[in-house]
T-cell receptor
Framework: DAKTTQPTSMDCAEGRAANLPCNHS???????VYWYRQIHSQGPQYIIH???NNETNEMASLIITEDRKSSTLILPHATLRDTAVYYC???????????FGTGTRLTVIP | NAGVTQTPKFRVLKTGQSMTLLCAQD?????MYWYRQDPGMGLRLIHY???????AKGEVPDGYNVSRLKKQNFLLGLESAAPSQTSVYFC????????????????FGPGTRLTVL
């Protein structure tokens, strides 16, 4: 599975959009980009995933560059409850290993 | 549905003691996983199971054993605990990934905080 690189930490003002980048320059054609988050040492929670098209669900949007070497998770209106560590993971469909890096610690500021 | 539950929530062991962590899921998932998370680190896969009666090694399997006697349960055993096994242990489960959509979400339990003195 391809490795990912994320900034260690980011701040975002409450109510503003949070844009979390991820670099996955060695991603292969059949690997998906997944995002999970972990709130205050709880179990990780799935947010969204995508292959090459942009995706949106009730939690977030995922923008994947055309060359698929990087992506951005967008939380459109960040709230205090979005303060968490966000993990970008690249994985083959059906693979069982989720390789978590250290993620990005997002702090939403009132 | 309770989802994924873990027992116990907290435990303190002395070096050399043994214990078993229990994970249970009520979502009829085929696959189950055990991860550990050390302070400031991401999760690392210890062992996993793709079905009742099957187990496989993950990234950091040494010092642990697992069993999947029932589909809904996945047990993680420490035969002789060491301080290096002080960690938070997470269990997860899911169904086989959907090839068309790529959907392969894992559902995580709340974690077990283990301290080995």
């Amino acid at each position: 599975d391809a490795k990912t690189t994320q900034p260690t930490s980011m701040d975002c003002a409450e109510g503003r959009a949070a844009n979390l980048p991820c670099n996955h320059s060695t991603i292969s054609g059949n690997e998906y980009v997944y995002w999970y988050r972990q709130i205050h040492s709880q179990g990780p929670q799935y947010i969204i995933h995508g292959l090459k098209n942009n995706e949106t669900n009730e939690m977030a949007s995922l923008i994947i560059t055309e060359d698929r070497k990087s992506s951005t998770l967008i939380l459109p209106h960040a709230t205090l409850r979005d303060t968490a560590v966000y993990y970008c993971i690249v994985i083959l469909t059906g693979a069982n290993n989720l390789f978590f890096g250290t993620g990005t610690r997002l702090t939403v500021i009132p | 549905n309770a989802g994924v539950t873990q027992t116990p929530k907290f435990r303190v062991l002395k070096t050399g003691q043994s214990m078993t962590l229990l994970c249970a899921q009520d979502m009829n998932h085929e696959y189950m996983y055990w991860y550990r998370q050390d302070p400031g680190m991401g999760l690392r896969l210890i062992h996993y199971s793709v079905g009742e009666g099957t187990t496989a090694k993950g990234e950091v399997p040494d010092g642990y054993n697992v069993s999947r006697l029932k589909k809904q349960n996945f047990l993680l055993g420490l035969e002789s605990a060491a301080p290096s096994q002080t960690s938070v242990y997470f269990c997860a489960s899911n169904t086989p990934g959907q090839l068309v959509t790529g959907y392969n979400e894992q559902f995580f339990g709340p974690g077990t905080r283990l301290t080995v003195l």
